[in-house]
């Protein structure tokens, strides 16, 4: 099976600008969580997806917000971008079932806020 | 608030020896704890996960313990070679579908040859 995919794996932007992220979780996975990893907050789980609902969030701001297609795809996005956003994405999935806890990490995508 | 509490931050190991990583955690609502590697540019990979039924599990060289008491969980690299120098991270959840990992602030282990 393919790994879970993430596009873009590389974004620059500025200040004030909106971003959007894409995730392509492994064939068959209903679930997709996204984290926000950087060196000072480390790894922090911003929100989950299953079957197109929201179901669990984080403890991040309005500005963070993401979608989940009916092909399980999803997408993050992030308006009026600042500094401290500059971070990796990671995208994960999993079945989404109970007992099903395994979740499998993209590459990530790398955004640099200037 | 930290939930899962982990060290040492950095380690290093010669060839051929054991690398111990411990990990704390505060909730005891938690009953899924996996271990994480991380290489420089890619996203972390599962090596390893437990459950608080058992007190350890061993897969190759890497292996688990788990002190339910202490709410303690270590990871033990047997062996340690020079392309297991990564970051790792434990990490820990409620175990019910859609909940969030919590993960420790990670480690980075050095091998050297």
């Known amino acids: 099976k393919a790994g879970v995919t993430q596009t873009p794996r590389y974004l620059i932007k500025t200040r004030g600008q909106q971003v959007t992220l894409s995730c392509s979780p492994i064939?068959?996975?209903?679930?997709v969580s996204w984290y926000q990893q950087t060196p000072g907050q480390g790894l922090q789980f911003l929100f989950e997806?299953?079957?197109?609902?929201?179901?669990n969030k984080g403890n991040f701001p309005g500005r963070f917000s993401g979608r989940q297609f009916s092909n399980s795809r999803s997408e993050m996005n992030v308006s009026t971008l600042e500094l401290g956003d500059s971070a990796l994405y990671l995208c994960?999935?999993?079945?989404?079932?109970?007992?099903?806890?395994?979740?499998?990490f993209g590459p990530g995508t790398r955004l640099t806020v200037l | 608030q930290q939930q899962v509490k982990q060290s040492p931050q950095s380690l290093i190991v010669q060839k051929g020896g054991i690398s111990i990583i411990n990990c704390a955690y505060e909730n005891t609502a938690f009953d899924y704890f996996p271990w994480y590697q991380q290489f420089p540019g890619k996203g972390p990979a599962l090596l390893i996960a437990?459950?608080?039924?058992?007190s350890e599990k061993k897969e190759g060289r890497f292996t688990i313990s788990f002190n339910k008491s202490a709410k303690q969980f270590s990871l033990h690299i047997m062996d340690s070679q020079p392309g297991d120098s990564a970051t790792y991270f434990c990490a820990a959840s409620r175990g019910q579908a859609g909940t969030a990992l919590i993960f420790g602030k990670g480690t980075t282990l050095s091998v050297s040859s």
């Open positions: 997806y299953f079957s197109e609902t929201q179901r």
């Open positions: 994960a999935s999993s079945s989404g079932h109970p007992g099903a806890d395994t979740q499998y």
């Open positions: 437990i459950r608080p039924d058992v």
């Open positions: 064939s068959g996975h209903r679930s």
